[in-house]
């Protein structure tokens, strides 16, 4: 079993820890920076799913008003397959319907789709819906820039 609540401020350096581990990080996304805005906003937290204490799962989710959206969701990879991200998507689902939100979303990247079977299976369906977006920020803008370049 695991407890599920808002993540702690010295739960940080785990949680970062754990999205590096699978490959959830990416160099135009301070994660520090991520989790700091997302627990000082009324409108977004991280949850952290802990075993015997130990942080072993995260979901940061949001609401902007109309939907919630889900980032982060990430399982520690010795715990993955044992329902953990199924608990930490309910956990999310129930977050949102305590906002009063009814929908929820999130993104997969084009890297990661193997993930979709996840979502499939707890009900997520694709939207047909193309994402856009452009950074305030030109430094971030700039790392995403050179980020793909480098991949080529
Ligand atoms: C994706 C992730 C969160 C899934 O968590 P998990 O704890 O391994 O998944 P669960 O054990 O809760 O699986 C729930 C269901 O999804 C299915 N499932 C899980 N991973 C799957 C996969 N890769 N392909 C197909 N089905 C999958 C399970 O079989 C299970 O189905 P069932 O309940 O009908 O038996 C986890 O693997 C992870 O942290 N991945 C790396 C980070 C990542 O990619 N996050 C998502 C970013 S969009």
Redesign the pocket.
């Known amino acids: 079993m695991i407890e599920i609540s808002a993540l702690q401020e010295h739960e940080t350096d785990a949680a970062v820890a754990l999205w590096r581990t699978?490959?959830?990080t990416r160099p135009w996304n301070d994660p520090y920076a991520d989790i700091d805005l997302a627990l000082k906003s009324p409108i977004a937290t991280v949850l952290a799913g802990r075993k015997n204490g130990q942080l072993v799962a995260t979901a940061m989710i949001g609401s902007d008003g109309h939907r919630a959206w889900v980032y982060y969701?990430?399982?520690t990879p010795s715990l993955?397959?044992?329902?953990?991200?199924?608990?930490m998507m309910e956990a999310c689902e129930t977050w949102a319907s305590d906002k009063g939100v009814s929908k929820i979303q999130?993104m997969?990247?084009n890297d990661?789709l193997?993930?979709r079977?996840?979502y499939q299976?707890?009900g997520y369906k694709p939207s047909d819906v193309v994402v856009l977006s452009r950074w305030l920020d030109e430094n971030s803008q700039e790392l995403e820039r050179r980020s793909l370049l480098d991949r080529g």
């Open positions: 699978v490959n959830l969701l990430g399982i993955q397959g044992q329902g953990l991200g199924r608990k999130l997969v990247r990661n193997a993930v079977e996840f299976s707890l």
